[in-house]
């Protein structure tokens, strides 16, 4: 457990014997929530846990989730994907939707009697806004009559994207950024040298800052680029900004963009102190109707990134609009 969590756990283990049956983890990304989620399972399965009510990792159950074929859990997530925390990762050749299959599964899974009598079942579904409509609707059939003894938990870095109705059925459990002392402590204990710009970067989130860290050549490459401007080749680009993710590449363009704009208009930046020049320098030639136009279509992209669609073809689109915002705009006389 993440020492920053340590308030939400204490408060969870607190209402262990009235749990609803289900919760809604919520909050940014790279905050450790599906971490959290997996040891709540765990914990809540244990048959002997110690004390501060943690799992003791030792007894049938431990072992057998240790393995990932305990009886009564089930992880749900987008299909063939890699998940180990919420931070996006890369989902060129993924699926990035949970889809109605998947759930009928669930229905049929949850059919069946629990391995031991009067034990109860813990179901994670992560991350929950990658549930489209249909695998959502078929989710709230259940979450409207839930089976007995069953505990849904549900991560979501964008809880916006749920339905309504799915987030009334659930007690919502606020998991919030961790203070920057503790942050950066643990950022330092994971060998992140340069922790506190690899933080700020990250808005904060220290498992997306340990991320970025870890990709050092490749945002440096992302950058070299994007400081190109106008002669940056958008299709020969497209798969570098691909392999750290659609989310993560749109991201990148944001903050690079962000400080752009804050460079022009009040010739500070927040993300990228260190290529202050080459801001400097594309600032003189960006076009700033352009350039605001170019974010609010960064923000519209952002909320389609896990859509099935290419998305190399979407981030040649987005890179080409990119190079674009250098190129004066007609104004017709």
């Known amino acids: 457990m993440y020492i920053w969590h340590k308030s939400q756990w204490q408060h969870i283990m607190q209402q262990q014997a009235g749990l609803p049956h289900a919760l809604l983890l919520r909050g940014r990304a790279g905050t450790g929530k599906h971490d959290f989620a997996i040891e709540l399972a765990q914990t809540l399965l244990c048959s002997q846990p110690n004390e501060p009510h943690v799992a003791c990792g030792k007894c049938p159950s431990c072992l057998w989730f240790a393995e990932g074929n305990h009886p009564d859990f089930r992880l749900i997530s987008p299909e063939d994907a890699e998940i180990s925390d919420e931070v996006p990762k890369k989902k060129t050749a993924k699926k990035s939707q949970i889809s109605v299959t998947q759930i009928r599964q669930l229905i049929d899974y949850l059919s069946l009697s629990h391995h031991q009598v009067n034990s109860r079942r813990v179901i994670l579904i992560s991350p929950a806004e990658t549930l489209n409509l249909a695998s959502a609707n078929a989710l709230l059939k259940m979450l409207e009559e839930p089976p007995s003894n069953t505990l849904f938990i549900l991560v979501a870095s964008q809880p916006q994207r749920l339905l309504a109705t799915i987030i009334s059925r659930c007690r919502a459990i606020e998991m919030p950024l961790p203070s920057k002392t503790d942050a950066l ?16 970067y990250a808005g904060g989130s220290p498992l997306l800052a340990l991320q970025i860290a870890g990709e050092g050549d490749v945002n440096t490459s992302l950058v070299k680029n994007l400081a190109l401007g106008a002669k940056l080749d958008a299709f020969s680009c497209a798969p570098l900004f691909l392999s750290i993710g659609m989310e993560r590449a749109i991201e990148a363009l944001q903050k690079w963009v962000f400080d752009l704009a804050a460079y022009r208009l009040a010739q500070s930046l927040h993300y990228h102190a260190t290529h202050l020049a080459a801001l400097q320098a594309l600032s003189k030639s960006v076009n700033l109707k352009a350039l605001l136009s170019f974010q609010e279509k960064l923000v519209d992209a952002k909320k389609i990134a896990n859509h099935p669609l290419s998305n190399e073809l979407q981030l ?10 250098f190129k004066p705009v007609n104004v017709k006389t």
Do not use: M, P, R, S
């Open 316 to 325: 040649e689109n987005i890179l080409l609009h990119y190079t674009q915002i």
């Open 185 to 200: 402590a643990w950022l330092k204990t994971q060998g992140v040298i340069d922790a506190e710009n690899a933080l700020n």
